[in-house]
């Protein structure tokens, strides 16, 4: 059997004909040889008689059968396929000849152990020069093998059209390559628009954190577990900060002997609201035993102005930086029954500068010097909690700002609660936060007023309210 014979091909063309190897390269046999062997899919075709004429190395792996072993037998009958389904198999292979376009089949082939392989076949018609039928090609494969193809296909266009979390297709220069519609909502833009772009574009907060995981995958390979990002969306009110569960995986081509990376495979799912009812009821249950523990500490002083210093410093913890407790001079105050504006004595303030218990400053101090609209004096105005906040300023402005007021220096958002007991308005506590801190909010002054409540208690046990 000759050269090409043994390739898997047919050897046509004479000794001395065109295409042939020589000094000018391989020949077109050789060439359709190597083609064939390098396909993925296991290929074999017949002339017009049913005769084996190209069988490549795919087959011969699915089936058993070498080329030489294939190559030149009338049909499959005997050794591919049973003698009882040869007829059948064969016309409805062959057919294909006298059919337009391709035509697909499934049936049982016989390996050379004699084993039974279930293959999907593709075939189609061979023309000749005279635009006749001159053969017929037949690719195939494994059925579970085309079933898995099929599977991945389906997942992958399920998961850009119909997931309900988000999947970006990140390329190896960490831009969008491919998104489905959620992460396109998510990121509040379309589709296209977010293709190519850098993500310092779409994302306000947590760009670094993200490049960093994404970099990482592209490097060591899918973390063990998935993360949560805090991210700032760009939109078009302004950025939102949102919470998201990323998974990662790394992406490399099938097609390449080493691993070439295409990108990273990035699935998000936004747990915004599921994390801060996470993070509100584990500060409601810290604060809840801050009061606890405060209230057991408070139990045990004999003074109850250290009984409600005690107060102050339990709620300092994680809520604020400086606190203060300034009592109404001249006593408390009823409803009412305030004459002239209301002017408040310092009690007891945190300490400046290295951390410590809050300092009483005695019970007969000298009034503060509070100027006209001072969020303590409005607290007491309305006997309700008032928020203030600097805003964004300049540091000088918010020093300013805050020297004003007689708060330390380095305050920019301030709390004020009223000290409320038997129907008497005693005084204010104001806690206060730093640049580093977030500025109060509401669940912030409901706390305060849970704590201004113990200490206006122990204030009124103690008489200070009565005195100065």
Same mark, same amino acid.
């Given at each position: 059997?000759?050269?090409?014979?043994?390739?898997?091909?047919?050897?046509?063309?004479?000794?001395?004909?065109?295409?042939? =190897?020589?000094?000018?390269?391989?020949?077109?046999?050789?060439?359709?040889?190597?083609?064939?062997?390098?396909?993925?899919?296991?290929?074999?075709?017949? =002339?017009?008689?049913?005769?084996?004429?190209?069988?490549?190395?795919?087959?011969?792996?699915?089936?058993?059968?070498?080329?030489?072993?294939?190559?030149?037998?009338?049909?499959?009958?005997?050794?591919?396929?049973?003698?009882?389904?040869?007829?059948?198999?064969?016309?409805?292979?062959?057919?294909?000849?006298?059919?337009?376009?391709?035509?697909?089949?499934?049936?049982?082939?016989?390996?050379?152990?004699?084993?039974?392989?279930? &293959?999907?076949?593709?075939?189609?018609?061979?023309?000749?020069?005279?635009?006749?039928?001159?053969?017929?090609?037949?690719?195939?494969?494994? &059925?579970?093998?085309?079933?898995?193809?099929?599977?991945?296909?389906?997942?992958?266009?399920?998961?850009? @059209?119909?997931?309900?979390?988000?999947?970006?297709?990140?390329? +190896?220069?960490?831009?969008?390559?491919?998104?489905?519609?959620? +992460?396109?909502?998510?990121?509040?833009?379309?589709?296209?628009?977010?293709?190519?772009?850098?993500?310092?574009?779409?994302?306000?907060?947590?760009?670094?954190?993200?490049?960093?995981?994404?970099?990482?995958?592209?490097?060591?390979?899918?973390?063990?577990?998935?993360? @949560?990002?805090?991210?700032?969306?760009?939109?078009? =009110?302004?950025?939102?900060?949102?919470?998201?569960?990323?998974?990662?995986?790394?992406?490399?081509?099938?097609?390449?002997?080493?691993?070439?990376?295409?990108?990273?495979?990035?699935?998000?799912?936004?747990?915004?609201?599921?994390?801060?009812?996470?993070?509100?009821?584990?500060?409601?249950?810290?604060?809840?035993?801050?009061?606890?523990?405060?209230?057991?500490?408070?139990?045990?002083?004999?003074?109850?102005?250290?009984?409600?210093?005690?107060?102050?410093?339990?709620?300092?913890?994680?809520?604020?930086?400086?606190?203060?407790?300034?009592?109404?001079?001249?006593?408390?105050?009823?409803?009412?029954?305030?004459?002239?504006?209301?002017?408040?004595?310092?009690?007891?303030?945190?300490?400046? *500068?290295?951390?410590?218990?809050?300092?009483?400053?005695?019970?007969?101090?000298?009034?503060?010097?509070?100027? @006209?609209?001072?969020?303590?004096?409005?607290?007491?105005?309305?006997?309700?909690?008032?928020?203030?906040?600097?805003?964004?300023?300049?540091? @000088?402005?918010?020093?300013?700002?805050?020297?004003?007021?007689?708060?330390?220096?380095?305050?920019?958002?301030?709390?004020? +609660?009223?000290?409320?007991?038997?129907?008497?308005?005693?005084?204010?506590?104001?806690?206060?936060?730093?640049?580093?801190?977030?500025?109060?909010?509401?669940?912030?002054?409901?706390?305060?007023?849970?704590?201004?409540?113990?200490?206006?208690?122990?204030?009124?046990?103690?008489?200070? &309210? *009565?005195?100065?």
């Amino acid at each position: 059997m000759s050269a090409s014979r043994r390739s898997g091909t047919t050897d046509e063309l004479g000794p001395d004909e065109p295409g042939r =190897d020589g000094p000018e390269g391989p020949g077109g046999s050789d060439l359709l040889a190597a083609l064939l062997d390098g396909m993925d899919a296991a290929l074999c075709a017949f =002339d017009a008689d049913g005769v084996v004429t190209h069988w490549n190395r795919e087959a011969e792996r699915i089936l058993g059968w070498t080329a030489a072993e294939a190559v030149g037998r009338q049909g499959f009958a005997g050794w591919a396929v049973r003698r009882a389904d040869a007829e059948e198999v064969e016309g409805r292979l062959l057919s294909a000849m006298q059919a337009p376009g391709r035509q697909v089949h499934e049936f049982a082939l016989l390996t050379k152990d004699g084993g039974r392989v279930l &293959v999907r076949t593709q075939s189609a018609a061979v023309r000749g020069p005279d635009g006749k039928p001159a053969g017929v090609y037949c690719a195939f494969s494994e &059925v579970h093998a085309q079933i898995d193809l099929e599977r991945s296909i389906a997942l992958s266009e399920a998961l850009f @059209e119909d997931a309900s979390w988000g999947v970006v297709l990140v390329d +190896a220069d960490l831009r969008p390559a491919v998104v489905n519609a959620h +992460a396109a909502r998510s990121l509040g833009i379309g589709r296209t628009s977010v293709l190519g772009r850098p993500l310092g574009e779409l994302l306000a907060q947590g760009v670094e954190e993200l490049e960093s995981a994404l970099t990482h995958v592209l490097a060591e390979g899918a973390p063990p577990a998935p993360a @949560e990002i805090w991210v700032g969306v760009r939109t078009p =009110d302004g950025d939102k900060r949102r919470c998201w569960r990323c998974g990662f995986v790394r992406l490399a081509s099938p097609l390449a002997e080493e691993p070439v990376p295409l990108g990273v495979g990035w699935l998000f799912q936004d747990v915004t609201e599921a994390k801060q009812s996470e993070q509100e009821a584990a500060l409601l249950r810290f604060r809840t035993n801050q009061l606890h523990r405060a209230a057991r500490a408070a139990a045990e002083c004999e003074d109850p102005a250290e009984a409600a210093v005690v107060h102050l410093d339990f709620a300092l913890a994680g809520f604020a930086d400086h606190a203060l407790i300034d009592r109404v001079s001249g006593g408390a105050v009823a409803d009412g029954e305030a004459e002239g504006p209301v002017r408040l004595v310092r009690v007891a303030t945190t300490p400046s *500068g290295s951390p410590g218990p809050s300092l009483l400053t005695g019970a007969a101090g000298l009034p503060v010097r509070y100027g @006209e609209g001072h969020p303590a004096l409005q607290c007491v105005d309305r006997t309700g909690s008032v928020r203030a906040s600097v805003g964004a300023v300049p540091a @000088e402005q918010a020093r300013e700002w805050a020297r004003a007021r007689q708060w330390p220096l380095d305050t920019v958002h301030s709390l004020c +609660a009223v000290l409320r007991s038997r129907g008497r308005t005693l005084g204010v506590v104001t806690f206060l936060r730093g640049g580093g801190r977030s500025q109060f909010e509401r669940s912030d002054a409901v706390y305060a007023e849970d704590v201004a409540v113990r200490i206006a208690s122990a204030l009124d046990l103690g008489g200070v &309210v *009565g005195r100065g």
